[in-house]
């Protein structure tokens, strides 16, 4: 691998996210796409941009991301997750900035699953005592 290029994993909910970082012009590419098309809500391409933002390297990198798993919102944050990681990579300076926001924490809550017996993972049926 170049040495100007950077890799991490990304994890959230179900959703994993392969993350390239490179020296560009700010380009933003999830499964070969540009972001906007790719996460057509507004507010998933924000999630994604936060660590960039956070370190002031918004245009200085090209980010490409191969995402598979989940819904919208578990892949935004598992691409999130992997370009802070990549950012440290890059520079041990960004650490610090990167924690305090919060973007270097995996979020470990996942989907509780469904019981027998119910209506859903703790919803149960109602009770009728007659």
């Known amino acids: 691998m170049a040495d100007?290029?950077?890799?991490?994993?990304?994890r959230r909910k179900s959703a994993i996210a392969k993350v390239w970082l490179t020296p560009g012009?700010?380009?933003i590419t999830v499964n070969r796409q540009p972001i906007t098309d790719y996460f057509r809500r507004g507010t998933l391409g924000l999630i994604?941009?936060?660590p960039l933002e956070c370190t002031d390297s918004l245009g200085a990198y090209d980010v490409k991301a191969f995402v598979n798993g989940g819904g919208w919102s578990g892949q935004a944050g598992a691409v999130r997750l992997g370009i802070a990681r990549c950012l440290v990579a890059i520079d041990e300076k960004n650490r610090k900035p990167l924690r305090e926001a919060g973007y270097l924490t995996r979020d470990s809550r996942k989907v509780e699953r469904k019981k027998y017996g119910r209506k859903k993972a703790r919803?149960?049926?109602q009770f009728s005592k007659r």
């Open 4 to 10: 100007n290029k950077n890799y991490a994993t990304g």
């Open 25 to 27: 012009t700010g380009q």
């Open 48 to 50: 994604v941009k936060q």
């Open 123 to 125: 919803k149960s049926f």
